[in-house]
């Protein structure tokens, strides 16, 4: 559908080239380049209703604005950044797909077409682009694609899955870029920390995965025997990682990262242990909330200076929008306005729901579908389990005395959970469920004590000392290690997603087809003003312990 959108772009435009147009001689000279970075944008191309966080605010993106993001805006940054730059580059951290209705319906083919015509040149792969598997990433990559994919650290060679082939003739270790006689090496790094959470069809994606530290290494000398002037990682790694390879790799002279949904201002300057050169490292957010621009100068191959701006994607701070790209857009919006009426009203919330919880433990939306996917006509389990990730944004507004209450649309769902997962159920034995938990509470604990699942049914404390999880009751009563419970979950993690291999190995599953989405909906639609007293609340049936 829609492959006329990028008329004339082919896999052929995939392959790299560094184009000498009788560039001079640099020898000597202070030559400025800037980088436009986005990042983690999870199909967030149509403006959407916001609630800005603190953190937002203080980056730029005030409250008050009619909608936030938008791919047509943030192309009508991105081109004007270019025209006002020399030297450009436009590079891009990864996760572009996944996170809005879009993505569901076109499977990541009205990404790939906004980023080509918004002169995109290059991204390294992110997690979330295989979430339609890897063999759909293969085609929405050579079907339209006007830049590069990056993964130098993914081997798809070593797999006998059929995409594999075409992965590995699309995606490319590095690049090289001459602007004007300065040769920019791009390096991509795709994220290792969620290889376990991404799957094709059988939860295997069957890719041989490369220390990023000896590919960076490989990769660096290459570029510098082809006369790179300075190298580049784009990363889809995170931020911990991003500032250890910016400390501890000395081919590295810049990071242009993602994967965490920070954005960084002004980045970070991290000094290399063995070479004493400052490395900065740069993180643009996520959600088309923003986009930045660093402007570096170099002589002779050193990085002098820098300087950042991060610009803020909403109605009151973008005075237009791309009109290429907004034509592009206009077709897929009519489809998606044919289908679906997104600006239906399914309940009201008369406080912002959130998704975390204020101790790092359950959370106000984890509760509530939680509740919803164990009630659910023909689920109706004792228990309920599942990740906290699969909820993507809060819902809702920090509301004043006297204002209206926030009406829930369906776009606002669908942002909230843009996943197709749909309700698994199985029968976990006490033993295994304390193994579940116990998973749980080790996985939070390395994420700051913040729990990586939501339930229902049950109460207990997470350890984070020990990473185990203690004084567990089913339904307020003790558990029993021999007892058998019935448990509801989602199809990702009873997959083995995320790292619940327990899960994936049981052999009692059942997928009902219900969608989680659909569940939760429901509940929306009965329930309609959230919260309400025991629906929808913080109640502290994850208890947190350090």
């Known amino acids: ?51 800005p966080s603190f953190t937002d ?70 997690n979330h682009e295989f979430d339609n598997g890897a063999h759909n990433l293969a085609v929405q990559a050579s079907k339209a694609a006007g830049y590069s994919l990056l993964a130098a650290n993914y081997d798809f060679e070593s797999s006998d899955e059929p995409w594999a082939t075409d992965l590995e003739r699309l995606s490319l270790p590095s690049m090289l870029f001459d602007l004007d006689g300065l040769k920019v090496g791009v390096i991509g790094l795709a994220n290792l920390s969620s290889l376990n959470s991404i799957y094709d069809e059988d939860n295997s994606l069957g890719v041989k995965v490369l220390h990023h530290v000896d590919v960076v290494n490989e990769e660096g000398q290459l570029l510098r025997d082809q006369g790179a002037d300075i190298i580049v990682v784009v990363s889809h790694m995170g931020l911990d990682d991003d500032i250890e390879l910016a400390g ?71 005075p237009a929008e791309d009109p290429a790209v907004s034509e592009i857009m206009e077709d897929y919006e009519e489809l998606i306005d044919q289908t679906y009426n997104m600006d239906q009203v399914i309940g009201e919330a008369s406080e912002k729901l959130l998704r975390y919880g204020s101790t790092g433990g359950d959370s106000m939306l984890g509760n509530f579908a939680a509740e919803a996917m164990r009630d ?46 749909t309700i698994t159920t199985m029968y976990l034995s006490g033993a295994e469920l304390q193994e579940t938990l116990d998973y749980v509470s080790s996985r939070s604990t390395d994420r700051g004590c913040n729990s990586q699942a939501q ?18 009751f089913v339904n307020g009563e003790p558990m029993d290690p021999n007892g058998s419970y019935e448990v509801a ?41 959230l919260p309400q007293p025991g629906v929808c609340e913080e109640d502290g049936r994850i208890r947190t312990e350090f």
Request: glycine share 10%.
């Open 1 to 51: 559908m829609f492959a006329g959108l990028a008329a004339g772009l082919t896999a052929c435009d995939m392959v790299p080239h560094a184009i000498d147009g009788g560039a001079p001689d640099l020898t000597g000279q202070d030559v400025r380049v800037t980088f436009l970075h986005t990042s983690d944008i999870h199909s967030r191309l149509l403006p959407y209703r916001f609630d």
């Open 455 to 472: 339930v229902a049914g049950l109460t207990f404390t997470m350890n984070c000392r020990d990473g185990v999880a203690e004084d567990i």
């Open 489 to 529: 979950t989602n199809n990702y993690i009873a997959r083995g997603g995320s790292g619940f291999y327990m899960l994936e190995r049981n052999t009692t599953q059942f997928d009902t087809g219900v969608s989680i989405r659909d569940a939760v909906r429901a509940a929306i639609t009965d329930y309609y003003v």
């Open 57 to 126: 605010n203080a980056l730029g993106l005030a409250d008050g604005a009619t909608d936030y993001g938008g791919i047509a805006r943030m192309a009508y940054v991105l081109r004007r950044e270019r025209e006002r730059a020399g030297r450009v580059l436009h590079l891009d951290s990864g996760d572009c797909f996944q996170g809005a209705i879009i993505f569901n319906e076109f499977m990541g083919e009205a990404e790939v077409a906004t980023l080509s015509e918004a002169g995109l040149d290059a991204a390294v792969i992110g």
């Open 376 to 421: 659910f006509p023909g689920v109706e389990t004792e228990i309920a389990i599942t990740n906290t990730l699969g909820i993507r944004s809060d819902i809702g507004a920090e509301l004043e005395s006297g204002d209206a209450n926030w009406p829930i649309t369906l776009d606002d769902l669908f942002n909230s959970m843009p996943f197709d997962n």
């Open 248 to 318: 501890e790799v000395e081919m590295v002279d810049l990071v242009l990262g993602g994967h965490h949904h920070v954005a960084i201002d002004p980045p970070l300057v991290v000094t290399n242990k063995h070479t004493g050169k400052r490395v900065p490292v740069v993180h643009s957010g996520a959600f088309a909330k923003f986009i930045g621009r660093l402007d570096i100068v170099v002589r002779d191959g050193v990085l002098l200076s820098h300087s950042y701006t991060l610009f803020p994607i909403s109605s009151s701070t973008v």
